[in-house]
């Protein structure tokens, strides 16, 4: 009797400690697919595009086609115009045109039937009902701007709608979380970036940058900002995540933190696997280095679509349902977890949410209403600011 009593305790007890689980139909699953504007705010197959890649053809060795975008219902990508470290002071400006003609021309132009170029949330929609499938640009790395405010201009009218402020570089105005500050944060310059930002209505994109310099950006920004492909320290201690008080400051901001599905951002025990791992191919010299590489990625574990589902559950238990969405950094990772290994599996992730009790509103705020919003918030400010006035 007594082990009968305590089995039922423990039971109890890990029935607390789990999430719940509710049994959720295809149909349920199907709808709420077909009801959602899904928005992915970072994804890397322009470095693919620029080397000849064809989105519209199926592709083993990828994440992003089109068919997989088709069966995950994808509705709009911000597709990343990233410039490497090296060019950081050496052409970077010319090489994110380069990228950014890849998108313009190579994805959208190459396809018009598929995919259009969007700029604005009503754009987004206008696409998304045509039946295609909505392109956006957001550049990687604030070292494209090569300090001038007059290319930051230029980027904005050849379509960018985002910049992430830093990449694992620190620059001349902002630092890093990949690399030694410099500034203690933002620097003068950068405030100016942040605010010719808000006047333009590109949205400020604090993945990357260190905690100093997100501490800036929300005392100079005067609209929302996001991160656009990052998860939760609390769970994963990369410090590209997001601390729960930099979640709740997000919200208080209007901003939102875009989930990101790199393995290492989603498991702890994965994330340090990972880092000794690649430790120890940093010892190996005058051996084939693809062959190691590949060798020691067959080893990695790898996270699972738990959890992503888990880092949603945080964040929006910290920042609150209005601010949390997705930035799957597909194409931009060496790892994705398992169940959730391209867009093709979105419904798989559609289940486990509802399987948490999330309701079709909330997934579809998650999806993309909240970038929607976001976006609409930041034209409004910048088209207020355009008139001379001081927005509210």
């Keep these: 009797m007594r082990r009968r009593q305590a089995a039922l305790a423990l039971a109890a007890v890990a029935a607390l400690s789990s999430p719940a689980v509710k049994t959720v139909s295809d149909a349920e699953v199907a709808q709420v697919q077909r009801s959602a504007l899904i928005i992915d705010t970072h994804n890397d197959t322009p470095m693919k595009v620029i080397n000849g890649f064809d989105i519209t053809k199926s592709s083993p060795s990828a994440s992003t086609d089109l068919p997989r975008i088709r069966a995950g219902n994808i509705g709009a990508i911000f597709f990343a115009a990233y410039v490497p470290k ?54 990687e790395g604030g070292h494209a701007i090569e300090d001038r405010l007059d290319l930051l201009r230029e980027f904005a009218g050849l379509g960018a709608r985002y910049m992430t402020l830093t990449h694992t570089n620190t620059n001349n105005w902002a630092d890093s979380s990949g690399d030694k500050p410099r500034h203690g944060g933002l620097s003068d310059f950068g405030r100016k970036v942040v605010l010719e930002m808000n006047r333009l209505g590109i949205i400020v994109d604090i993945s990357h940058v260190s905690d100093d310099t997100f501490r800036d950006v929300l ?53 340090t696997d990972h880092v000794a791992e690649k430790k120890l191919l940093d010892t190996r010299t005058g051996e084939n280095m693809d062959r190691l590489r590949a060798e020691t990625e067959k080893r990695f574990r790898r996270a699972t679509l738990t959890d992503v589902v888990d880092h949603i559950d945080h964040a929006v238990k910290v920042a609150g349902i209005d601010h949390v969405g997705i930035g799957s950094d597909y194409d931009g990772v060496d790892c994705t977890p398992t169940g959730l290994d391209d867009y093709s599996h979105f419904p798989a992730l559609t289940r486990a949410l509802l399987e948490r009790g999330y309701t079709a509103e909330q997934i579809r705020k998650i999806y993309g209403g909240n970038t929607l919003r976001l976006m609409r918030d930041i034209e409004r400010i910048a088209a207020v600011q355009s008139r001379g006035r001081d927005p509210q």
């Design 219 to 271: 005392e100079v920004s005067r609209s929302p900002v996001f991160a656009s492909h990052s998860s939760c320290r609390a769970i994963s201690h990369a410090k590209r995540n997001m601390t729960d008080d930099m979640l709740r400051a997000l919200a208080k901001n209007g901003g939102v933190v875009q989930i990101n599905f790199n393995c290492g951002f989603l498991n702890e025990t994965v994330r």
């Design 86 to 139: 090296k060019y950081a002071g050496h052409g970077a400006a010319e090489y994110c045109r380069r990228v950014i003609h890849a998108i313009r021309d190579g994805i959208v132009e190459k396809h018009l039937s598929e995919f259009a170029l969007a700029t604005t949330a009503a754009e987004i929609e206008a696409i998304h009902k045509q039946g295609k499938v909505a392109a956006l640009i957001g550049i």
